[in-house]
């Protein structure tokens, strides 16, 4: 019989202590915030949508403060910039100048870098303000609908459709176009801010709160809601700190595509003559200005610098709410 063969101490025996030390420092666990932002970061195209997003959030508040200063000039008027007998920029290329890198509106002589600026303020401003209105309303009725159901589903989902079927666009033209001076204490640009956000995002709510509410339904399904009632949590508790959490995902990647969508609704509205007023200068009212006066015919930069302004902000959100949905849910594609 042969004796088994002694590798005790040779190259061939398992040492794990010295597997062990090899491998260098011990593995970290990523938490899913980490693991999302790893899957994002090879998105290239979501990540240049945020840094054109940044861009923009960065042009919008300077606005504001060169606006105050007097640096930008938006609504100032040169007609020494514009020829008298034809009505277009002197020089030709829009009035390109050193003064007007974008040149100038022809008819008026107003700076369009300046009005293009100007313009991005408002349509962020007025977009994010509609999306966070929607949201909140949103997110507590999808939470109430699908978690306690009932007369309470049925209610809310009635509600939902109602105002799914609305004509937005008409109501929106009515009150926008009623509220002209001062109201509820407001008046002006203001005025037309709060009125503008209150219309697109009050009658905006449902498409998210579906959302939320069938999310809401399969959640309170799960076990970890049945560990919280084993514990004696109450309904609101629950809502709050369990539902609430995982719901973050959908709401956040919901809210970066509902976003261009009211920045088009506004340059629609604005379009149409029904947003804030002239001289305020927005990508929409430029938009209607070139087209009513025939502007786009004289000078095409016109309409074709807001409406590239228009299209790369509502690209670059849709660019990144499609990588946040394929980086929080990558099950989901």
Known sequence: MTAPLDVSGSATEAQPEAALAGMGKAIQGRSLGQIAWMRLKRDRWALGGAVVIVLLVLIAIASVILEKTGVLTPNVYHPELIDPTFGKPIGGLGGISG?????????????????????????????????????????????????????????????????????????????????????????????????????????NWPYIGRIVRGQTLSLREREFVDAARSQGARGFYILRHELLPNLIAPILVYSTLLIPTNILFEAALSFLGVGLHPPTA????????????????????????????????????????????????????
Request: proline share 4%.
């Open 282 to 333: 927005t990508w929409g009212g430029m938009l209607s200005d070139a087209v009513v006066n025939g502007s786009y015919s004289v000078d095409p930069e016109y309409f074709l610098v807001p409406g590239l302004a228009i299209f790369i902000t509502v690209m670059a959100f849709n660019l990144l709410g499609d990588g946040l949905r394929d980086a929080l849910d990558p099950r989901g594609r």
């Open 99 to 203: 003064a007007h890198p974008l040149g100038v509106d022809p008819g008026n002589g107003r700076d369009l870098l300046s009005r293009v600026m100007v313009g991005s303020e408002y349509s962020l401003l007025i977009a994010a303000g509609s999306t966070l209105l929607s949201v909140i309303i949103g997110v507590i009725m999808g939470l109430v609908a699908g978690f306690f159901g009932g007369w309470a589903d049925a209610a809310i989902s009635w509600g939902m459709n109602v105002f799914l079927a609305f004509p937005l666009l008409l109501f929106a033209i009515d009150l926008t176009g009623v509220v002209q001076q001062e109201a509820f204490g407001l008046s002006g640009d203001t005025l037309h801010i709060a009125v503008l956000i209150f219309v697109i995002g009050f009658f």
